[in-house]
């Protein structure tokens, strides 16, 4: 007997939930997540729709297909919302789940109730969320982030580890556009400038780590770096000549002035060394 036989609608009643879930559809073998949505009825009268309606979509096909083999998709609530904050929330764990490197059926990036607006309709939404705050995830949330990057296969962290490493030539591209032209507010500055003061100082050990990294780079790095410093234009090199300039630093401590002094001598009796027949 088939699943769609198992399930009827006169066994499942639509319930309203007060609240927008944020939920995701798993494979039943993998467990991996396949889809996110968001729905205002309770999660076994959304799985039924899903299995009911048969959509001409990737989500469609992927959920057909588990219907013929005899399987059926696994929904899980995320996280609970209002009318308010759904579309952003959803968005969000979307996003969240494609970093994680998840193959998801989603047509689009979330928060769109299942439609794929105009660019005219995008630069609408876009001008109506610039300004807000988002609010700090709670501690259930916390707790499931976490759940998901601890639960990564090696596949899936090796697969990220790469993309980090090596973007593509686009995505370069796409980043140095974000960052082109965007200038920090005075708080903003303050506030990473205050970060900075505070921070604590580099310890021994890592201080180590960063020594040992620079003296076994090979030389194929050296090279990319060298060549990176020969072409910054006089306009970047000018600026950071005056942000340096404009550093104010105090004097050096008995202790750095012992370092830099013991520092300097290791040096000059290493250079005598090398000059002795």
């Known amino acids: 007997m088939s699943i769609i036989k198992k399930l009827t609608f006169s066994k499942i009643t639509k319930r309203p939930i007060k609240n927008v879930l944020i939920y995701v559809l798993k494979d039943p073998i993998t467990k991996e997540v396949r889809y996110v949505g968001k729905t205002k009825v309770n ?37 609970k919302c209002t009318d308010e904050n759904w579309q952003e929330r959803e968005m969000f764990w979307i996003q969240h789940y494609k970093d994680l490197g998840a193959k998801l059926t989603n047509a689009n990036a979330g928060g769109l109730g299942g439609h794929n607006p105009s660019a005219e309709t995008r630069a609408k939404m876009s001008e109506a969320k610039k300004g807000k705050t988002l609010k700090p995830h709670s501690e259930e949330t916390r707790a499931k982030i976490s759940a998901t990057k601890k639960n990564l296969s090696a596949e899936t962290r090796t697969k990220l580890s790469e993309a980090h490493k090596n973007p593509s030539a686009e995505i370069r591209a796409k980043m140095a556009a974000a960052k082109t032209g965007r200038k920090l507010s005075a708080e903003t500055r303050a506030k990473m ?15 180590a780590k960063l020594s040992a990294a620079k003296r076994n780079m090979s030389a194929e790095t050296r090279a990319k770096m060298s060549e ?40 000059l009796q290493a250079k005598l060394n090398s000059l002795e027949i």
């Open 43 to 79: 999660l076994k009268y959304r799985l039924l729709r899903h299995i009911a309606y048969k959509s001409e979509d990737h989500r469609g096909n992927w959920i057909q297909f588990l219907l013929q083999q005899n399987l059926q998709p696994l929904i899980e609530e995320l996280e």
């Open 193 to 207: 400038s205050a970060a900075h003061k505070n921070r604590p100082p580099i310890s021994d050990e890592t201080r």
């Open 228 to 267: 990176a410093r020969k072409n910054i234009s006089h306009e970047t090199r000018m600026k950071l000549s005056s942000a340096r300039l404009k550093q104010k630093k105090g004097p050096h401590t008995e202790e750095t002035r012992e370092k830099m002094s013991a520092s300097h001598k290791k040096r």
